[in-house]
């Protein structure tokens, strides 16, 4: 049975809902589909399941995109009505021809809406009575079509063995059709004789083929060799005329470099001089606003190439007609030629396959049916729609500001906790002293926990970001329980009065499953204010792999009835990737969680915000 229907508009304001349906949905199944799947541009899906305490629901959906208007429909998941989707398409097409921008109540549309139900419903029992009874006259007729086979070959077979004149009434004598005909003596005519293997070479052979091509003259003729033989000996000829010569080295006369060698300066004791490295680091690049310049060649240049697709489909005249005049209403072949160029340059930025697929197809969701306006092309109309989409999935969806944050749980007199998780290798140690840095700048008394208790050399790496940027250090060796470390760390933190436990966890692959057990004890026992993953920005499609691996066994794993998942993203090696940036893309879109720092290069200063126009200007670019 269906649960509700509901006719919105884009901005939200509810326009109809059907009043006899009337059941209370539990939980907020509407609500859950524009945030996690209409405004992170998945509307290109089929369905949407939404899970509550006691209900699971199916939710589908469409859209009227001229007038911008939304169409959803849920019902319970278990049901699986046939006639929800044709139901929705009767019902846009009714309530589009009645609507009014000017009008917020349509009390007049429940009698056509219970008239479409039942029409919907009738034609979803007619189609599934049609499949059953399809079903056996398939088989009948299969059981027939077999029966004729069988006799037609046991006719053959009794023709056989009659065999002489009653096997040859056709009046062929028994020979097949094609094949040369047997003469009085049983034997094959001379002028019908079967062709055997040419042999060349036998000259007994009286019989020649005057259509055959004779081999021997090919022989005879290439006996002369004076135009065959240099061909092939060109080539070896050449070959040792060319004398690799050694070039002479060229000594360069400028000056040395100053050093190479950028590890502390030891002093006469032998102890490291710590305060030159905190003085010389300079201001952190999470506090520089980057600038973008606004260049719109690279956007007409791509716009261009996006359209040689359209011009080569439809015509010089039409495609220029169509960008003056406007078109009625864009359909899905319109779009594809410029979706797929998108889907092919954003593949190309390292975004995942899948994922630049379900981009355009809601893109094309959106766009179909739209009005192309005048002196408009349809290549720029899919970019201004991908950009605008692109966008709104790179934006965070809840604001986390870190500091803010930090300064309420100081007032609450605990301290604000920060897990870095991630895989092997991917610099987790090195951007959490990053972090570190940047919240030593702004007056943050920090403290470090040193919980890779399974690397050798973690905790010892973790001790010289502590000594340099002159910050505690919580340690208990190796071979310890994680999770029991880091809740000892955050009860020191409080006696001593630290803002901030920067947790460090031991680099995991996503399929490991003990280690993942243990990450999973960690955050459940010490329940931390920020999960942040760490990945590298040149991984690629492995990114969504490794993240979704994370969050599913996070979930999978946690005794809590309602686990914690990842919060946020830090992208390291982000300057070396030049615009392949299609990593920060993939992972935000897989996990709904935000690209909070970016590393870009290895010194303490080399950490920024994710600009997210940039960006976006870079994958389109």
């Known amino acids: 049975m269906l649960e509700q229907l509901l006719i919105f508009t884009r901005g939200g304001l509810i326009l109809w809902t059907c009043k006899e349906l009337g ?76 609507y009014d921008p000017k009008r917020t109540a349509y009390n007049d549309f429940d009698d056509i809406f219970q008239q479409l139900k039942k029409e919907a419903e009738a034609r979803a029992e007619e189609m599934k009575k049609s499949k059953q009874i399809s079903k056996p006259l398939n088989n009948s ?57 040419i042999d060349h070479n036998n000259k007994e052979n009286g019989t020649s083929n005057a259509n055959a091509f004779d081999v021997n003259k090919l022989k005879l003729r290439s006996k002369g060799g004076k135009k065959t033989a240099p061909v092939a000996n060109k080539v070896p000829k050449e070959e040792p005329k060319k004398k690799v010569t050694k070039k002479n080295r060229v000594w360069d006369d400028s000056p040395k470099e100053a050093k190479l060698d950028f590890t502390d300066s030891v ?65 899905k072949s319109d779009l594809e030629p410029a979706l797929k160029a998108l889907k092919d340059r954003l593949m190309t930025k390292n975004v995942a396959e899948e994922i630049a697929e379900k981009l355009c197809e809601s893109v094309a969701v959106s766009l179909e049916g739209k009005r192309l306006a005048s002196f408009t092309r349809i290549s720029s109309t899919v970019q201004a729609a991908m950009e605008d989409a692109l966008v709104r999935i790179l934006t965070p969806r809840r604001s986390i500001d870190i500091l803010r944050d930090v300064h309420a749980a100081k007032e609450q007199g605990k301290p604000y906790v920060v897990v870095f998780v991630g895989v092997n290798g991917v610099g987790k140690s090195t951007n959490l002293a990053k972090v570190a840095y940047w919240l030593l700048q702004h007056d943050v008394k920090v403290m470090m926990a040193a919980c890779d208790t399974f690397r050798s050399g973690a905790v010892e790496q973790l001790r010289t970001h502590a000594r340099r940027l002159q910050i505690p250090i919580f ?147």
């Open 475 to 621: 340690e208990k060796g190796y071979e310890k329980d994680p999770a029991i470390v880091a809740k000892e760390a955050i009860q020191e933190a409080s006696r001593n009065g630290s803002d901030v436990v920067l947790v460090d966890t031991a680099g995991r692959m996503q399929d490991n499953e003990p280690l993942m057990r243990a990450l999973s004890k960690l955050i459940y026992v010490n329940n931390p204010d920020l999960v942040l993953f760490v990945g590298e920005a040149l991984v690629g499609n492995d990114a969504v792999d490794q993240l979704s691996k994370f969050n599913q066994k996070l979930g999978d794993l946690s005794p809590s009835p309602n686990p914690r998942l990842i919060d946020g993203i830090l992208l390291t090696k982000f300057d070396t990737i030049d615009d392949k940036v299609g990593a920060a893309l993939s992972m935000v879109y897989i996990s709904g969680a935000p690209v909070m720092f970016v590393g870009c290069g290895q010194s303490y200063t080399d950490l920024k915000k994710l600009n997210v126009k940039s960006i976006v200007k870079t994958l389109l670019k």
């Open 23 to 98: 059941n209370a949905l539990r939980g907020s199944p509407i609500d859950t589909l524009i945030r996690s799947c209409l405004l992170e541009e998945r509307s290109g899906d089929a369905s949407y399941n939404y899970d509550a305490p006691g209900a699971s629901y199916t939710l589908k959906w469409t859209f009227h995109n001229e007038l911008g208007l939304v169409f959803v429909a849920v019902y319970q998941r278990i049901l699986h009505l046939l006639y929800v989707d044709d139901l929705l398409s009767m019902v846009k097409q009714e309530f589009s021809s009645i």
């Open 267 to 331: 002093s006469e004791n032998g102890e490291e001089n710590i305060s030159v490295v905190a003085a010389d680091q300079g201001e952190s690049m999470m506090d520089k606003e980057e600038i973008i310049s606004s260049d719109s060649e690279s956007e007409e240049d791509e716009s261009g190439k996006d359209n040689k697709a359209d011009t080569k489909k439809k015509g010089w005249f039409s495609s220029m007609f169509q960008s003056i005049a406007g078109k009625a209403n864009l359909e």
């Open 141 to 197: 007729n299969l059981g027939r079509k077999q029966g004729q086979v069988q006799n037609s070959s046991a006719d053959g077979g009794n023709k056989k063995k009659s065999g002489g004149k009653s096997g040859n009434d056709s009046g062929d004598d028994g020979n097949l059709k094609g094949y040369p005909k047997k003469n009085e003596n049983n034997n094959y005519g001379k002028s019908e004789e079967v062709p055997s293997k």
